[in-house]
């Protein structure tokens, strides 16, 4: 019977981690996955992160399944750093989800189950994936005007322009901070003005957010969402600890739906218990876990937080570089966008040939629209970059 599958299409910032393993150069830069990557190029298991798992190893005494919805201290911790007092903690439905991917997923399948005619806005461009779930889920996608690739910042007049057609059971799908693929990111301003076109549409708001404290910091990257949260009657929120704790491999995240009250919280967190159930019973918990203590714990989440500020601050850093090296062998400020954006990501506005050159030339690995990793770079590589993108005529 297999035979009868069709072949599917193979994700392409999985084939590019595949291609640069393949490669046997030694200089060689990788600005491929969303993976954050020290000056060493290695992804260290952060500090605080680390000494919790010790510590758990020492206190743990089963792995028995948690609830459904996973551990209620999960959602407690992530509930005060995603949405702190923008809304009360009993409106406020919850499930572990294996990554921010798994979060995603959920958040379609809820908004499928409440309207099978539900059509989801999109910000043109997006994460491939979001695009590629919506499509294996056979869902409606509306993409809507986002990113102006001459000036390489928020096409805002078309956003608006665009999200104002959405409907009632329609969902808006929004990046809380650090857009995937592009860096650019909305004002708080905008944000207003996104909620306000939003609340006239009667569209539901759902927040993606994977790389909070990678942009401005952990308070101001979640303030748009804040804002979302305090004043529309019902969000869903896609949460990934990936990034932000370094935990990739331990598939954890969170979905969230806000509404107005505690009934309405309690019908919705028993369609999230129904949905973990279903698509795989109980969520996994030793990333969540550790992501609680930290959270919990004042030295870790100390200590957590300043590797975060490291982390930030470094990647901030090599935007300077890169915008800095770019301006000086161009002899223009077109490139001052690089350190305008936020987040680990930048798109460039490369062509797929010049992607392509940049990759036999000198070695480059970027995804093909052109999107760079900035934290694949270190400050010996910098230079690099800026040269192949000279060279290809960028
Ligand atoms: C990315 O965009 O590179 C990351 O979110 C990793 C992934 O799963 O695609």
Excluded at 33 to 44: D, F, I, M, R, S
Excluded at 325 to 339: K, W
């Amino acid at each position: 019977m297999f035979e009868l599958l069709k072949e599917q299409p193979e994700d392409k910032i999985l084939m590019l981690m595949q291609a640069y393993r393949e490669d046997p150069r030694e200089a060689k830069i990788d600005l491929g996955v969303g993976v954050y990557k020290n000056a060493e190029g290695k992804t260290p298991i952060m500090r605080a992160v680390k000494a919790a798992e010790k510590q758990l190893w020492e206190v743990e005494e089963t792995k028995s399944y948690t609830g459904l919805a996973g551990d209620v201290g999960f959602a407690d911790a992530m509930f005060d750093l995603l949405i702190g007092d923008a809304c009360p903690r009993d409106c406020v439905a919850a499930a572990a989800t294996p990554g921010g991917t798994g979060a995603v997923r959920q958040g379609f399948d809820m908004i499928r189950m409440a309207n099978r005619e539900a059509r989801v806005f999109v910000s043109d461009p997006t994460w491939p994936n979001h695009l590629s779930i919506l499509k294996h889920m056979e869902m409606h996608i509306q993409p809507y005007r986002y990113f102006d690739s001459e000036t390489r910042s928020v096409n805002f007049a078309g956003m608006i322009e665009d999200i104002a057609d959405a409907r009632v059971g329609d969902v808006v799908l929004l990046h809380g901070c650090c857009h995937n693929p592009t860096g650019a990111n909305l004002t708080l301003e905008q944000w207003q003005q996104v909620i306000d076109t939003l609340l006239k549409t009667g569209a539901t708001p759902m927040i993606d957010i994977a790389y909070q404290g990678f942009g401005d910091g952990l308070a101001e990257d979640a303030a748009g969402l804040r804002m979302v949260v305090a004043q529309m009657p019902e969000v869903l929120i896609a949460a990934s600890c990936s990034k932000n704790f370094g935990v990739y491999r331990e598939r954890t995240g969170l979905l969230l739906a806000v509404a107005q009250d505690k009934v309405r919280r309690q019908a919705n967190q028993g369609m999230l218990n129904y949905l973990n159930r279903q698509n795989y019973s109980f969520p996994p918990d030793h990333g969540a876990r550790l992501v609680t203590m930290v959270l919990q714990d004042d030295a870790l989440r100390m200590d957590w937080e300043e590797e975060v500020r490291e982390i930030r601050e470094g990647v901030l850093a090599l935007r300077q570089q890169l915008a800095g090296e770019l301006a000086r062998l161009t002899n223009s400020d077109r490139f001052a966008f690089v350190a305008e954006h936020r987040g680990m990501f930048s798109r460039l506005g490369a062509t797929p040939e010049q992607v392509e050159a940049m990759r036999v030339s000198h070695g480059v690995y970027m995804v093909g629209d052109s999107r760079i990793n900035m934290a694949g770079l270190n400050k010996d590589s910098v230079p690099v970059l800026a040269e192949a993108m000279v060279a290809a005529g960028v």
